[in-house]
């Protein structure tokens, strides 16, 4: 990750921010980020103290620290995170600096991939827990004060008697308004409604084209060195091992046999319904080998409507029409219904 | 108490992706090793592909992949390999979510032999780099270097006179049966062997060429024991190579070679075997057996012992299928009287057999043989000294 290429080229001079970069990376900085994470702290702390005090409030002094200081811990957090992640790298590339093939420009590549994610990740984590802490803070310590307080016939006496605040009379400023029209509420809620949405949309689109830009801009081809490199089809199941069959599928399986999907099917169906009624009168069982000829021979079935569709169906590679059913029925419903 | 929690939130991460890492880094990762093509020659170059599948949304950024193989095959890139009694080769790779990449390394097969991978071992790192794992899989690739053929035209004398042998004893009996062809009536052509119906058609008496009654074979013995006070591969490996090569030429002239060798399967540790064969996939299974043969083990049989117990003892069954249609080749540069007393034995049965003996030069023949023994058609076979 040290920037060599000054080295390569011998007579050109380092300039004095890659020098710094170069020496932040490939040396252990636990010292810089310890002081520094201690001097933001460290402003931190004197801007809640100065809160503290009764004569700082109106001050935005103490603010400012806190925020400088909270920001400054911060970005220091996610400066040693990177530095961790920089210097490993550097350190790994050193130790196999003599290495045949070592792929500099694809690790450079995917810790750039790494470190956005994670950074971001980090970023937002560290945010939320910050602000989430005191709230936390503060719903623990009034859970325990009422547990431990409001039992106590002592906590009376400590209470100080409060004054309550004197509001300013601003009923001088106030005029008696007219009555507002009903429509007025509905308006403003669809404005609002529809700004926000323009709003939203825009974040999306913006987001949606920086996040393509972003992965377009990892991904594409780089050729760097003379591995080839492909990108799998992100898949749920790992690609070693067999696809098994889904429950969804098997019960959609399940419907299609017990009820047929197509019209080869529902030909099929007909004929069996037909073989089993007429094997049942004639006190047969039909043979598992038996061809359909034989079949309805034993049956004393002689359609040939439905012998014909049925080899169609059973045999051939067309696949059977609404025709063709049709046909059965009415096969059927003549051989019921002669007349 | 909003610096706690940052710094609380930081520690949570950093361990949080150790954990990620420990529990992650192995899903769908695979890696293997296979090789380009299944032989190669002694001395060509030949290819390895190295692939890694990182099947999984967690990016890898940097992954070891190491492994050995036989001593024998040299990467021309040697920058990642260390040869000891193996050939170690580490590589380094870096997968992105998803990806697969492959990488051909190119090497040269030094020996003969039958090289195989069977092991695989990763070892990847975690985000901050500061932990490491490690994973090892199984890989199953093998190839078979053949070894090199030498000049025939160096071979020539012994060949000549190995199939001048053969078709003189091959003329001796005549199978009545077979007909090979139909030449000119001779002097002292019996009348039995003429043929009326090409006389008739061409109005000059024509005889029958009868084919011969038995098919002659050659058994080559193979000998890879030393009796040197060191052992010299270099004299070994010359003898499979004119072992190879016999058999190339032989083969050719569609004469039916055996292999016999006491040397052992470098797998099974089985003493090696081929029957008698001149198919077409005969040389290739004559070459496969030379490349897998292993002649480091200690107890390897001699071969006096194996020529005794396999083609001269009665219980044998080499000896009833071999004994009299067979020539012998025995390629040893061992000089071992056990083994000369067994081979003038040997060549009483079959005479006309061959010796070739490879040498050093300058290194004198010492063999303790009768003066009227077949023996007398030894090709002493020089091989210069290794620099």
Redesign the interface.
């Known amino acids: 990750m040290k920037d060599n290429s000054a080295s390569k080229t011998g007579s050109r001079r380092i300039s004095w921010p890659r020098r710094l970069k170069n020496h932040w990376v490939s040396h252990n900085q636990n010292t810089l980020h310890l002081s520094l994470g201690a001097f933001f ?1 460290g402003l ?1 702390a004197v801007g809640a103290l100065l809160r503290s005090k009764s004569g700082m409030e109106a001050s935005l002094l103490p603010g400012r620290l806190k925020t400088m ?2 920001g400054g ?2 970005l220091v ?1 996610l400066l ?2 990177l530095h ?2 920089l ?3 550097d ?2 590339l050193h130790h ?1 600096r ?6 500099t420009g ?2 450079r ?3 750039f ?3 956005i994610l ?1 950074l971001t ?2 970023l937002l ?2 945010a ?7 709230a936390l ?1 503060t719903a623990f310590t009034s859970l325990f004060s009422e547990r431990s307080d409001i039992a106590s016939p002592e906590a009376d006496a400590l209470l100080f008697p409060e004054s309550p605040a004197d509001t300013p009379d601003l009923s001088a400023l106030t005029e008696k308004a007219g009555s507002t029209p009903s429509w007025l509420p509905v308006l403003e809620f669809l404005m609002t409604l529809a700004a926000l949405l323009i709003i939203a949309a825009l974040v999306c689109l913006l987001l949606y084209n920086l996040a393509h830009r972003l992965y377009s801009f ?2 594409r081809r780089r050729e760097w060195d ?10 749920l199941i ?3 091992s067999p696809k098994e069959p889904s429950a969804s599928k098997t019960s959609k399986r399940k419907l299609s046999f017990s009820r047929p999907s197509s019209f080869r099917d529902e030909i099929r169906r007909e004929y069996r319904r037909t073989i089993r009624t007429g094997m049942k009168k004639q006190k047969n069982h039909p043979a598992p080998w038996a061809a359909p000829a034989e079949l309805e021979a034993s049956a004393g079935c002689s359609d040939h409507v439905l012998h014909r569709i049925y080899e169609k169906a059973r045999y051939a590679p067309d696949p059977c029409t609404r025709e063709d059913l049709d046909a059965v029925r009415r096969s059927k419903a003549s051989r019921h219904d002669p007349t | ?10 520690a ?3 361990i949080l ?1 150790g954990i990620l890492y420990k529990h992650f880094w192995k ?2 990762l ?1 890696a293997s090793v296979s090789f380009c093509q299944t032989d190669a020659v002694e001395g060509e170059c030949a290819a390895l592909t190295e692939t890694v ?1 990182n ?1 999984k ?1 967690l ?4 992954l070891h992949v190491k492994f050995q193989m036989g001593r024998d095959l040299v990467f021309l ?1 040697r ?2 390999s260390s040869v000891t009694d193996y050939n170690y080769r ?15 390394l190119e090497f040269q097969c030094k020996k003969r032999g039958f090289y195989t991978i069977r092991q695989i071992d990763l070892s990847g ?1 975690d ?4 932990s490491r794992f490690y994973l090892s899989l199984p890989a199953d690739t093998s190839m078979y270097v053949y070894p090199a053929f030498i000049d025939p035209v160096q071979l020539s004398i012994p060949l000549r006179q190995l199939t001048g042998t053969l078709a003189a004893r091959q003329a001796l009996l005549q199978d009545p049966f077979e007909l090979r062809s139909i030449r000119d009536y001779t002097q002292g052509d019996s009348l039995r062997d003429i043929n009326w119906k090409a006389t008739a058609r061409t109005g000059d008496l024509r005889v029958n060429v009868h084919a011969p009654a038995a098919s002659w074979q050659v058994m080559l013995l193979l000998d890879g024991s030393s009796a040197r006070l060191l052992d010299d591969s270099k004299l070994r490996e010359e003898s499979i190579r004119l072992c190879a090569t016999l058999a190339d030429q032989l083969l050719s002239r569609h004469i039916p070679v055996a292999l016999c060798t006491n040397g052992r399967d470098c797998e099974t540790r089985q003493e090696l075997f081929l029957p008698a064969g001149a198919n077409n996939h005969h040389l290739s299974a004559v070459l496969k057996l030379l490349a897998r043969a292993d002649f480091s083990d200690p107890k390897l049989r001699s071969m006096d012992a194996l020529i005794e117990s396999r083609f001269l003892s009665g219980a044998a069954t080499e000896a009833s299928d071999y004994s009299d249609t067979t020539l012998y080749v025995l390629i040893s540069p061992c000089q071992r009287k056990l083994l000369s007393a067994a081979w003038q034995r040997l060549c009483a049965i079959s005479p006309g057999s061959q010796w070739i003996l490879p040498l050093h030069p300058g290194e004198p023949v010492c063999l303790h043989t009768d003066d009227d023994c077949p023996l007398q058609q030894l090709y002493p076979w020089e091989v210069p000294y290794e620099r």
């Open positions: 702290a931190f200081g909270f811990l911060l957090l040693v995170f961790m992640n210097h490993g790298t350190r790994f196999f003599d290495t045949g093939n070592l792929p694809q690790m590549q995917v810790s991939f790494c470190m994670f990740a980090a984590c560290m939320g827990a910050a602000a989430a802490l005191p803070w990892l991904l003379d591995d080839e490199k492909v990108f799998l089809k992100p898949t790992p690609l070693a | 108490m909003s610096c706690l929690g940052l710094l609380l939130a930081a949570l991460l950093w992706q899903k769908g695979s599948t099947a949304y990016p890898l950024t940097a890139n920058e990642n580490s590589d380094i790779f870096s997968c992105m979510p998803w990806q697969q990449i492959r990488r051909r790192y985000l901050l780099w500061s």
